[in-house]
């Protein structure tokens, strides 16, 4: 059974970073490296939304708002997902999921971003 355990959310003044991390386990590093994997966010009384999305080949993809201030990045050795969040912004607080190939998630980390 493939589980996703996020870590690394906290409580952050504006203009701060987090770096979230996400690692699967119940799957081994050869089918791990095939997977898309995904960083979701789901602020209260908004829908969930794909924030960053790294493909097997590690070709990237953003939501229009975080492109230039998060990174997503993936080591396979380690069966894990890396989000780094820079420049953080209040409206970047959320709950925020990993997923695997839109298939598995992960239970979630906070994020607020406030002053």
């Known amino acids: 059974q493939v589980q996703l355990v996020e870590s690394g959310g906290g409580l952050v003044p504006p203009g701060g970073s987090l770096r979230l991390s996400c690692v699967a386990s119940?799957?081994?590093?050869?089918?791990?490296?095939?997977?898309?994997m995904g960083w979701y966010r789901q602020a209260p009384g908004k829908q969930r939304e794909l924030v960053a999305a790294?493909?097997?080949?590690?070709?990237?993809a953003y939501l229009d708002s975080v492109k230039g201030r998060f990174t997503i990045t993936r080591d396979n050795a380690k069966n894990t997902v890396f989000l780094q969040m820079n420049s953080l912004k209040p409206e970047d607080t959320a709950v925020y999921y990993c997923?695997?190939?839109?298939?598995?998630w992960g239970q979630g980390t906070q994020v607020t971003v406030s002053s």
């Open positions: 119940g799957i081994s590093e050869s089918i791990f490296r095939m997977k898309p």
């Open positions: 790294i493909s097997a080949a590690t070709s990237t």
């Open positions: 997923s695997l190939d839109a298939e598995f």
